[in-house]
């Protein structure tokens, strides 16, 4: 009978111990998918990885940057390829998520801090993303931004 409670624990033991190994991961709301998508896109951004961010838009994307000027798929990749600032630190914050059945809205500013004729400068931006459920996932189709910071002079 000694022998038997002794392996009955061990299996108890093991078992315990092995169950937090294979309980799934906790799934993921639509929100916390659509703030990574955008931490997602920042990081590519900065690596210059122009395919990870072809695969965010859709081929119908349309983006309004911080000077009013308006651009499409094409261009916003373009924009990544020939990116050549130094960024020393970066920040995304504050982030508003609202969804819609599949379109989904989100806000969020973003600060960088690189330099600048020599000179640590912060830049801030505020965006608003556009994003729509296309074939099981989230795909951005409008972005704009709007600078808060003033120019370097």
Not at 28 to 38: M, N
Not at 76 to 105: G, M, N, P, Y
Request: charged share 25%; proline share 5%; aromatic share 8%.
């Amino acid at each position: 009978m000694t022998w038997r409670l002794v392996i009955c624990c061990a299996v108890a033991v093991t078992a315990s111990a092995a169950a937090p190994a294979s309980q799934p991961r906790p799934v993921l709301s639509d929100q916390d998918i659509l703030i990574q998508l955008e931490r997602d896109w920042h990081a590519a951004f900065l690596r210059r990885d122009v395919e990870a961010i072809a695969n965010l838009l859709a081929d119908d994307f349309i983006v309004t940057f911080g000077d009013g000027t308006r651009g499409d798929k094409a261009k916003e990749l373009a924009l990544v390829a020939e990116f050549d600032q130094q960024v020393d630190s970066s920040a995304q914050e504050d982030f508003i998520v609202k969804i819609h059945r599949d379109t989904a809205v989100v806000w969020f500013t973003q600060r960088m801090v690189g330099p600048v004729k020599g000179k640590p400068t912060e830049v801030a931006y505020r965006f608003i993303d556009v994003w729509v459920m296309r074939d099981g996932r989230w795909q951005c189709i409008a972005s704009q931004s709007t600078r808060l910071t003033a120019p370097p002079g």
